[in-house]
């Protein structure tokens, strides 16, 4: 593993031009222009996001989701209520998200609050989501001992048939949360390993302020 890792090259994709002093006030529109800068490039699933959070032990979990949007709020993302992060976000409501959009050597991390978005958010959120998804979501019991695949696959298919039976039915554990962010950073990384990091931080009057941090 070693050398198979030591021979593997790394910061290989294409740089994007990245001028700090020109950035906006707002890091959620440099944001918007990041992400449309990566859609653009043809960075894979740019949103797909690693979302971090530590339970009532302190001990970090994380993993990969999907963004569900971003807006003045913060960064929006949905769960089950059952789900390891939920349980921690449940007693610890901080989280950190971190993209790596690998094609233009860019990384952009987020810290902030989390909140679950209530009851109606999470319903039309769980309603706008394909029937195959709902019936994933419907089947599964997150985090339980599961005797075989052939038994996943089974409670998928009773609830997919129970979807397309009940399309109004909404799972009741499902959850929409908000990362509402306090800092985020904007990292451009370069071949020479000049890295730029750009990072904002929120005041407690709700302004933003930013500046250059070294690598
Ligand atoms: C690309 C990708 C997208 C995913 N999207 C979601 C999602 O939107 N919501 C979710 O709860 N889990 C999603 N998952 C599954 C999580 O990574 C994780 O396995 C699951 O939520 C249980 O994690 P937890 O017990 O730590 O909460 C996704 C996984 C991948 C790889």
Known sequence: MRELLRSLPALS??????????????????????????????????????????????????????????????????????????????????AALTFWWQPVVRQVRVTGAAHHLGAEASAADYLARSPASRAAALAVRPGEPLGSVAQLRDAMSAARERVDDEPGLVLP???????????????????????????????????????????
């Not at 960064?75 to 449940?90: E, H, N, P, Y």
């Not at 000049?194 to 930013?210: D, E, K, Q």
Request: proline content about 10%.
């Open 13 to 94: 994709g294409d740089v994007l031009p990245f001028d700090p002093d020109a950035a906006p006030d707002d890091p959620l529109a440099l944001f918007g222009e990041w992400f449309a800068a990566a859609v653009d490039a043809g960075v894979p699933e740019p949103h797909a996001v690693t979302l971090a959070t530590a339970g009532a032990d302190g001990r970090p979990s994380a993993r990969v989701l999907v963004l569900k949007d971003v807006g003045p709020d913060g960064f929006a993302f949905a769960t089950d209520a059952r789900s390891g992060k939920a349980v921690d976000l449940a007693v610890n409501p901080r």
């Open 173 to 215: 554990q499902w959850q929409a949360w908000v990362v509402v962010p306090d800092a985020l950073e904007f990292w451009q990384g370069s071949p020479d390993r000049a890295h730029v990091r750009l990072v904002y931080r929120r005041s407690a009057a709700g302004s933003w302020t930013r500046s250059l941090v070294w690598p």
